[in-house]
């Protein structure tokens, strides 16, 4: 997963790299970069703690769906003889969310016995099946692969095929086995999603264009927006042959079987999606500037668009787990770091319990900066204290080994720029 910064820094920074940014497109980024902050930052602060509404009592285990498994019908369109499609207006607005069941209110601190993340000190005493890039080479297990020299200071890495997928000043950059680039996917500021097959990826371009293309970084089929006024899309990801996206702006989202072209309206705005729990996340209501009751990231079965649960509270989405069990997040509110929750919570997807947080009160004091949680249920984390950083596996007992040897920021007069090792996407 990338840093814990906002996306418009990230954007920014892609920006400075050399991203050309075409004029008469910037309206268009605008929309879509400040629908993306609201999705992407979660939720406003509500008092001292999180509000939980639960709609309907589902454990996750229930979830599963088939990979291939879409939504129910709805809205559709035809694919044209290029391979392109154009998405047909929804046939309805966006409607109101179910009126929850009961709203228990989940304790500032999380839930009763909340484990807190307890970072190792030392020398390196184990190891990490999550794939890892420091000093510009990519490791997962016995691979490595040396990234070309432009490409070592990336932030975003994501294992693709026989090769990763990074982030440059050309856009999402395809990497072979033997370190050679081979091509570029996009040039958009939006987090590319690769697919659980490790094999297709789901990527917009600048003109806000879907594009879905496969391990060498072919296009297969790409998606336009449904106006020249659209606001465009930003990918939530892949499960199976169907790819969801958001359409900033509108509280609405896609799903897109590439295989037959056919698009379906949904409602909210899709942030994460997880193919084995079948689960998406989604922002729906508000502004997380505004009224704080009415922003809330809700939980939805991504099969027949049942609400699980809805979330309002000062927490920033990052991703969930692979077998999608848990969603991690930190506390942060539109940019902004809010002291209720620490630089890592872990959410149990079931019913949106705090079972784990790391990081103090005090910013620089073993802050967690890149996380991701396998579905073997251990947490590959990067922390940082005082200047230095390090690379270490958890277990959600908070219990830590190093997996990584300690190592100094790349810039020491940015301490909240990147870090030594960027923690693979996927």
């Given at each position: ?14 920006q400075s790299e050399g991203v050309r940014v075409v ?289 309002c509270g000062p927490l920033q989405m990052l991703g ?31 019913d949106g319990v705090v079972v784990l947080q790391a ?68």
């Open positions: 997963m990338s840093h814990f910064d906002p996306e418009l820094k990230s954007a920014l920074d892609r004029t008469d497109l910037a309206e268009r980024a605008i929309a879509r970069d400040r629908s993306n902050r609201r999705r992407e930052l979660g939720a406003a602060v509500l008092g001292a703690g999180l509000v939980l509404a639960v709609a309907v009592p589902v454990a996750v285990g229930s979830l599963n769906r088939d990979p291939a498994t879409t939504i129910p019908a709805g809205p559709t369109q035809s694919q044209s003889t290029t391979g392109r499609t154009t998405e047909a207006p929804p046939s309805r607005t966006a409607s109101t969310a179910p009126t929850p069941t009961s709203i228990p209110t989940i304790r500032a601190t999380g839930a009763p016995g909340a484990a807190s993340l307890r970072p190792a000190s030392g020398p390196v005493t184990g190891t990490t099946a999550v794939g890892y890039l420091v000093d510009g080479t990519y490791h997962q297990g016995t691979t490595t692969i040396r990234l070309p020299e432009e490409l070592r200071t990336t932030d975003y890495v994501a294992r693709l095929g026989d090769g990763v997928l990074v982030s440059g000043p050309d856009g999402h950059t395809v990497v072979g086995a033997d370190g050679r680039k081979r091509a570029v996917i996009a040039s958009s500021q939006q987090r590319p999603r690769v697919g659980d097959d490790g094999a297709h990826v789901l990527a917009g371009d600048a003109d806000g264009n879907l594009v879905y293309a496969d391990s060498s970084g072919k296009p297969i089929a790409s998606l336009k927006p449904r106006s020249t006024s659209d606001a465009g899309y930003s990918p939530a990801g892949l499960v199976g042959t169907t790819a969801y996206a958001a359409r900033p702006g509108t509280g609405r989202s896609i799903a897109w079987d590439v295989e037959t072209g056919t698009v379906r309206s949904l409602e909210g705005e899709l942030s994460l999606v997880n193919a084995p729990s079948g689960l998406g996340l989604s922002f729906v209501g508000g502004d997380a500037g505004g009224d704080g009751s009415k922003s809330c990231q809700m939980l939805v079965d991504l099969a027949t668009g049942r609400e699980i649960w809805r979330l969930f787990s692979d077998d999608g069990q848990y969603l991690l997040a930190n506390g942060h509110v539109d940019g902004f770091r809010d002291w209720t929750f620490g630089s890592l919570v872990v959410v149990r997807a079931a990081g103090g009160p005090e910013m620089g004091a073993d802050e967690i900066v890149d996380a991701r949680l396998g579905a073997d249920q251990q947490l590959t984390v990067q922390v940082w204290n005082g200047t230095r950083r390090n690379l270490q596996r958890c277990g959600l007992d908070g219990t830590c080994e190093v997996v990584g040897a300690s190592r100094p920021l790349p810039n020491p007069d940015v301490p909240d720029g990147p870090g030594p090792y960027v923690v693979a996407d996927n």
